[in-house]
């Protein structure tokens, strides 16, 4: 299963990045998720979840795969990845 999650931010990168890794460390699941920057890029992983997110001008744009058994729980992990985005600013989030 793949969710998309889009959003725009009025921060410039290094704040948002800053604010990204606050949030995500304030995650119930930290203890359990891996994180790396790569540029502007965003790599998240998880028991069942890969998540790949990109800021571009502005712009967010999060790309999460889930498998089995992390699909028992993907309502509480888009949630999750929802609230760091707009714990870092990112309005109009879309879900496709």
Not at 24 to 35: I, P
Not at 54 to 62: C, D, K, Q, T, Y
Not at 66 to 73: E, K, Q, R, V, Y
Request: with cysteine; hydrophobic share 40%.
């Amino acid at each position: 299963m793949t969710v998309e999650i889009s959003g725009v931010t009025s921060y410039a990168f290094e704040r948002f990045k800053q604010l990204m890794d606050n949030s995500v460390a304030r995650s119930m699941h930290a203890s359990l998720l891996r994180t790396e920057w790569h540029g502007t890029g965003y790599r998240a992983t998880a028991p069942g979840i890969a998540a790949f997110g990109r800021f571009h001008n502005g712009e967010v744009r999060v790309k999460i795969m889930i498998s089995f058994p992390a699909t028992l729980m993907r309502g509480t992990i888009v949630a999750d990845i929802q609230r760091t985005m707009r714990d870092c600013g990112c309005n109009n989030l879309q879900l496709t």
